[in-house]
């Protein structure tokens, strides 16, 4: 079985798919990025502002799931540029601190709506660690 993770506290979303999957003791958010959930537009900035926006979304995604970012196991990173690879990592690093997740960071051709970034993450339900 799985349930669909519904929230306002993260962006809608822009196309046919779920904002985030609950199924057999994950939670699978789909790829967020540097939209603020109340204007549905993209924040002002450049990577740094962003990251921090697309990690609010899946903090947000992750809060409504009944999980949070302690408990994300994997995350993956698409940035616009490899570039900013450097800037990301900061952001990234603050917000996850001594115990961040397994990740994966890509450079891709384009992303939606001109975003500098997409982050998606996998993380485990709390009544599930022992699983």
Same mark, same amino acid.
């Given at each position: 079985?799985? !349930? ?27 790829? /967020?990025?540097? $939209?603020?959930?109340?204007?549905? /537009?993209? +924040? ?7 990251? !921090?926006?697309?990690?609010?979304? $899946? ?7 009944? &999980? ?11 940035? /616009? ?23 994966? &960071?890509?450079? +891709? ?9 997409? +982050? !998606?993450? &996998? ?9």
């Amino acid at each position: 079985m799985r !349930e669909k993770v519904i929230t306002s506290a993260a962006p809608a979303p822009i196309g046919p798919y779920s904002q985030a999957i609950r199924a057999r003791g994950f939670m699978f958010a789909s790829g /967020q990025i540097a $939209v603020d959930p109340v204007t549905q /537009q993209m +924040v002002p900035g450049g990577i740094a502002e962003q990251t !921090e926006q697309a990690l609010k979304n $899946v903090a947000n995604l992750l809060q409504a799931a009944g &999980t949070s970012i302690a408990h994300i196991m994997r995350c993956v990173v698409y940035l /616009q540029n490899m570039d900013d690879f450097a800037a990301m990592n900061q952001v990234y690093a603050r917000f996850f601190g001594a115990d961040p997740p397994a990740r994966t &960071t890509i450079a +891709v051709s384009g992303l939606p709506l001109g975003a500098l970034i997409e +982050v !998606e993450a &996998t993380a485990l339900l709390p009544h599930s660690e022992s699983s």
